[in-house]
């Protein structure tokens, strides 16, 4: 157990992520000592296990990174480690970068200020410097305040995944139930649509769940209602997430070729068959070369497929197979995400029966992204996107919970853009989607549907509600 008590609870939640980082294994508990209170500058002291506690103490004035720099550094001298990220512990490591690229800083500044400030290694400050200047480009020129993007969730998969903790449902327990969520569905749509203030459609994002669950007939009264109820003539990109080869068939394909879909995923997650069967997926790695050549043969030039590092009894030699087939089929970019362990996943439940101790694939997991990154960008590939996972307490090992999408110039995904810099309104349709208002002063108000599938139908009529309020001076 990790014990930081603190004068008050102003920095809690940044040192408290920071204890995550070096000790995933500990529990940590940040409390606030009012008799600190009295005391000029900042004052905190950290236990570790119970062992002889330490005192730091940083004068007025102090700043946040000062403290997380000095936690930063007691943490690393304890656990012998340090840190890719240094102190960045938050979702979006490209945040300050971008906005140093908009100040019209140069590379070597924010370089300098990454590494300096934030302590970060030299490799992650030039992913992260990469990442928002291709970011600064793509959204360069866009009208954010008179736009919006549209997210629609179609919660079914084929199966589940045991490494999935989203809002996904088996489609073979819920197949009688995907009319009604298609019929629950179109009067969101409809209302959204009838109350977007005039503001011109950007990117449309079909995403789930795998949106090809659904049947061919089900797919195309799916698009034809996105059609008939939004201003598709000015939309830059039209995603749908196919996602599961065994979900897609050359009809759905033609079907969303016709509607004009200008992007598509297909995602392998692994080449290899033994790990597929592993995590509960009912396709083989013959199905999903065969499923990607029939997608370029009808047209789709936009194909992007998400590869996952990490997966159970994987060895950095696997991964290297993998990335080595997907660069033979060509995708026009790839997506690395790094597994992490959910509370909802089943890997979860099987990891803490094994005690969480650390594997073979979280031990690889270093090498295994530092090698995509070299990969992609030796074959082509720009980094253009990228997120991080918290990690959570007696879960894993590995901290460095990291995804980075890659493309061929030109072939980036506007959608994942906009969502992770929160410079655009996003409205979100569908059970558990959470839209995002941006207004002009930069400030986000978000609002969430229900997750539950049949909560989502029987409550509609409130997820509008949710929806006027959201949308009411739009």
Not at 156 to 173: D, G, R, V
Not at 403 to 419: D, Q, S, T
């Amino acid at each position: 157990m990790i014990h930081i008590t603190i004068k008050d609870n102003e920095f809690s939640y940044d040192l408290k992520a920071l204890a995550m980082v070096f000790f995933p294994e500990r529990e940590c508990q940040v409390e606030e000592d009012p008799a600190l209170l009295s005391r000029k500058g900042f004052t905190m002291v950290i236990r570790i296990d119970g062992e002889k506690p330490l005192e730091e103490f940083l004068p007025d004035p102090y700043t946040k990174n000062e403290v997380k720099q000095k936690v930063y550094h007691y943490f690393s001298r304890v656990s012998g480690r340090t840190q890719p990220w240094g102190i960045l512990t938050g979702i979006r490591p490209a945040k300050i970068p971008f906005r140093r690229v908009l100040e019209g800083r140069g590379r070597q500044e924010i370089l300098r200020e990454l590494e300096e400030e934030y302590l970060c290694s030299r490799a992650k400050a030039e992913l992260a410097v990469d990442v928002a200047a291709k970011e600064v480009w793509i959204t360069q020129g866009m009208d954010h305040r008179h736009s919006v993007s549209i997210y629609i969730g179609i919660p079914f998969c084929p199966s589940i995944c045991a490494y999935c903790s989203f809002s996904s449902y088996p489609l073979k327990q819920y197949e009688y139930k995907t009319d009604a969520y298609l019929d629950a569905l179109e009067k969101e749509i409809t209302y959204v649509g009838e109350h977007l203030g005039g503001r011109r459609l950007q990117t449309v994002y079909v995403g789930g769940g795998t949106p090809t669950s659904l049947t061919e007939a089900q797919l195309e009264r799916l698009f034809a209602m996105i059609e008939d109820h939004f201003p598709m003539d000015e939309v830059r990109e039209y995603t749908v997430e196919a996602g599961r080869p065994d979900s897609i068939t050359e009809g759905k394909l033609r079907c969303m070729r016709r509607h004009k879909v200008s992007r598509i995923s297909i995602n392998p997650q692994s080449m290899k068959q033994h790990t597929l069967d592993l995590l509960g997926r009912k396709h083989t790695t013959e199905q999903i070369r065969d499923v990607f050549q029939l997608a370029r043969k009808l047209g789709f030039d936009n194909i992007n497929m998400d590869l996952i590092l990490g997966l159970p009894e994987e060895t950095l030699e696997d991964f290297k197979y993998t990335l080595s087939e997907v660069d033979q089929m060509g995708p026009d970019s790839i997506t690395v995400h790094t597994l992490v362990i959910k509370r909802a996943s089943r890997i979860r439940r099987e990891k803490l029966e094994q005690g969480a101790q650390i594997s073979e694939e979280d031990a690889c997991i270093p090498q295994m992204q530092e090698y995509s990154e070299r990969f992609c960008r030796e074959h082509g590939y720009e980094p253009y996107y990228m997120y991080r996972q918290k990690n959570k307490a007696v879960t894993s090992r590995n901290t460095n919970q990291e995804n980075v999408a890659y493309a061929r110039p030109g072939k980036e995904c506007i959608y994942n853009v906009l969502m992770m810099e929160e410079k655009q309104t996003i409205v979100a349709c569908g059970a558990g989607s959470v839209s995002k208002r941006v207004y002009p002063d930069g400030r986000i108000e978000r609002s969430e549907n229900v997750k539950d599938v049949a909560q989502y139908i029987e409550r509609i009529g409130e997820m509008i509600e949710r929806k006027k309020h959201l949308l009411s001076d739009c």
